[in-house]
């Protein structure tokens, strides 16, 4: 059920691993892979990474993040009720659907988000959930790869703590994988761009194709690795399976 590769170059996640993998395919046709690193995934018990493939168009550095509806109604939302300086400290501001800008707490504000009518987002900068860079491969589920404030997580073993989206441990060469062949977007103007503390966003020359993938047995260099199944997708795979046995 997962997809296989055809392109030169590929993101790959690997969900129960929690490693992310940039292949590349060298002059000799063998599969290089460039860059891997820790990554946080969605939280198993309700906010699981789905899986899926698309092609990374583009990367916005210093990103806004809009808060998804569902956590400003489950979480922001609560904690601004609790304390209206929670939109300063956060330094979020409600947003129209012409894109006017307010960052005054009332109560219609709240009732207009609780409505659909206005959204919150957080500015850009140190304190913002998607860290400094945000690299987007446009799909349905609005999934997508971050860094993140939150480093210590990446010290765990088990690291299925986000709500969907995948916030990656190195950004500046996970950029500079992408970007390798773009001359112009060296190593400093990444860092200058994730640190400029205003969004800008880059289509890429070269669409990468981004897997999303669920594999709880890899093997790497003549080892085989075993992953726990954080999802349950091996039992659904094992009871269709037995299923389709059953069939014969």
Known sequence: WTPLHQGRRLIAVNLP????????????????VKVEMRVVVGRSLNHRTPVF??????????????????????????????????????????????????????QDAIEAVLQGE?????????????GAIKFIFPNNQNIFLHHTPSTQLFARDRRDFSHGCVRVEEPVELAKFVLENDPDWTETKIREAMDAGVSKTIRLAEPIPVLIGYSTVLTRNGEVFFYPDVYGHDATLIKALAQYRGLQ
């Open 53 to 106: 493939d698309e092609d990374m168009r583009f990367i916005e550095f210093s990103p806004y993040w809009n808060v998804p509806a569902s956590i400003a109604r489950s979480e922001t939302i609560p904690a601004l009720l609790k304390n209206p300086g929670y939109l300063d400290d956060q330094q979020m501001e409600f947003v129209d659907p012409s894109g006017n800008v307010t960052r005054e707490v009332s």
């Open 118 to 130: 206005l959204r919150i987002r957080q500015r850009p900068g140190a304190h913002n959930a998607l």
């Open 17 to 32: 691993g929690f490693m992310l993998y940039g292949y590349e395919i060298n002059a000799q046709g063998e599969v290089d």
